[in-house]
């Protein structure tokens, strides 16, 4: 089994409202899809994080005439947690029609980006990758961005439980974010903690981090 991070470009007329925003309002940045439930043909549950002005964000949801109900809650100012009821877009049936068809694991988050850009981690065989790609018409663009190895490493990497929080707490204060919009200091503040410990924290999980990703990788040398 490999890990395979899959990016895939939507046509417009298959775009939901809702990612469309994305590109054209700068209130709004990206959103990250954590859960589905798809419950019949016309209808599915979905949780998002969305990073966006939530007057902006809200006002859209209101005028998208599939959407059934929805529940929007601001962790912070420009951080959304969005649980929605909606009828699926072309684009949305292409992705879980192509997903059921394989024995691939999609691993939350599901990202929407600029660019009418989503990318997605599965876990899986490169058959099933392959049959993912072939599934989705020719107006999707469909690009393999990364694969790497999967070893037992019981979800934790080696990484302590201080350095777990304090890389959820950087995730969270948009300190991953491109641009950046947390810092060192702000990650302390969340943690309690001085901005130096916070950085030591971060750059030791950090470095544990791409060590098991370079590993992943070196032991895919040699291999078909």
Not at 40 to 52: K, P, Y
Not at 197 to 209: F, Q, S, V
């Amino acid at each position: 089994m490999r890990s395979f991070t899959v990016s895939i470009r939507i046509p417009d007329r298959a775009l939901h409202p809702m990612h469309r925003l994305i590109d054209d309002h700068q209130a709004v940045n990206r959103s990250e899809m954590f859960e589905w439930n798809v419950t019949s043909e016309d209808r599915i549950g979905l949780v998002f994080r969305v990073l966006a002005d939530r007057e902006v964000y809200e006002t859209a949801l209101t005028e998208v005439a599939s959407i059934d109900d929805y529940e929007l809650v601001e962790l912070r100012s420009g951080e959304l947690y969005l649980s929605v009821w909606d009828a699926p877009s072309e684009g949305d049936r292409k992705l879980y029609e192509a997903f059921m068809q394989t024995n691939l694991v999609a691993v939350p988050p599901i990202s929407f980006l600029s660019g009418r850009r989503l990318t997605v981690q599965v876990l899986g065989t490169a058959v099933d990758v392959e049959t993912v790609v072939d599934e989705f018409p020719d107006d999707f663009d469909v690009e393999l961005e990364a694969v790497t190895a999967i070893r037992p490493t019981g979800g934790r990497v080696g990484l302590t439980d201080r350095q777990r929080e304090t890389l959820a707490t950087a995730e969270r204060v948009g300190y991953y974010e491109i641009p950046r919009e947390g810092t060192v200091s702000d990650v302390g503040d969340e943690l309690g903690v001085s901005s130096s410990t916070a950085g030591n924290h971060l750059r030791k999980a950090e470095a544990r981090l791409a060590r098991s990703y370079l590993d992943g990788r070196l032991s895919l040398r040699g291999r078909p």
